[in-house]
């Protein structure tokens, strides 16, 4: 089983670009999430899905996009690149309920110069 | 508003001393509460969970947590650290009707003296 793949592992990009972090689970889980990770401030909760064609903000929505058109992949859109959103971001699946637990990706390390 | 918090940062033990990391949570209603653990440039790996039931809960790696209730804790145990577990560890609470979001705390970075 793969798990949870996230790609790509590291990208650079300049301010004002934008890309799209992907992220694909092979669990047949119904919630899958987006995090970014700082440091010193744990994980803070961008966007979730709750099964395909639904979607939902976290804490901290603004300079991203999400859609979720299947049940296997949530992609993470950055509109107009901004240094604040230099972080490792972290996608993660859920069977929800009291599955629990999340299952996370390796991770992307983004860097916006 | 939920919340949880690690008081401490950074942590470090002599190799083969025994370990508690402290996790305090703020949830309205019963939570349901998770370690990670994150070694360097790697993902989080689910430790273990509490839902209901033994407030007293087993993981991987020889971890065990206790779910105090009226000290609104959930404190991370190891009887022996070995130089592996060196690792940032994470507290988080969650909720099973709100998306099953978790809100994490800060970390704690383990270091492990030889």
């Known amino acids: 089983n793969a798990g949870v793949t996230q790609t790509p592992k590291f990208r650079i990009l300049k301010i004002g670009q934008s890309m799209t972090l992907q992220c694909a689970q092979d669990?047949?889980?119904?919630?899958m999430y987006w995090y970014r990770q700082d440091p010193g401030m744990g994980l803070k909760l961008i966007y979730y899905?709750?099964?395909?064609?639904?979607?939902d903000k976290g804490e901290v929505p603004n300079g991203y996009n999400v859609s979720r058109s299947t049940t296997e992949d949530f992609p993470l859109r950055l509109e107009l690149a901004a240094p604040s959103q230099t972080s490792v971001y972290f996608c993660?699946?859920?069977?929800?309920?009291?599955?629990?637990?999340?299952?996370f990706g390796s991770g992307t390390r983004l860097t916006v110069v | 508003a939920q919340s949880v918090t690690q008081p401490d940062i950074h942590i470090t033990v002599s190799e083969g001393a025994s370990l508690e990391l402290r996790c305090n949570y703020s949830?309205?209603?019963?939570?349901?509460l998770f370690w990670y653990v994150q070694s360097p440039g790697q993902g989080l790996q689910l430790l273990l969970k509490?839902?209901?039931?033994?407030?007293l809960v087993q993981g991987i790696k020889g971890f065990e947590a206790e779910f105090k209730r009226s000290q609104s804790s959930f404190n991370l145990r190891k009887p022996s650290v070995h130089w592996s577990d060196a690792a940032e560890y994470f507290c988080?609470?969650?909720?099973?009707?709100?998306?099953?979001?978790?809100?994490f705390g800060q970390g704690t970075e383990l270091s492990v003296k030889p």
């Open positions: 993660a699946s859920s069977k929800g309920g009291q599955g629990g637990g999340y299952t």
């Open positions: 669990m047949n889980h119904n919630y």
């Open positions: 899905s709750v099964g395909a064609g639904i979607t």
């Open positions: 949830y309205g209603a019963t939570p349901y």
């Open positions: 509490y839902f209901s039931g033994d407030t």
């Open positions: 988080a609470v969650g909720t099973y009707n709100q998306g099953g979001k978790l809100i």
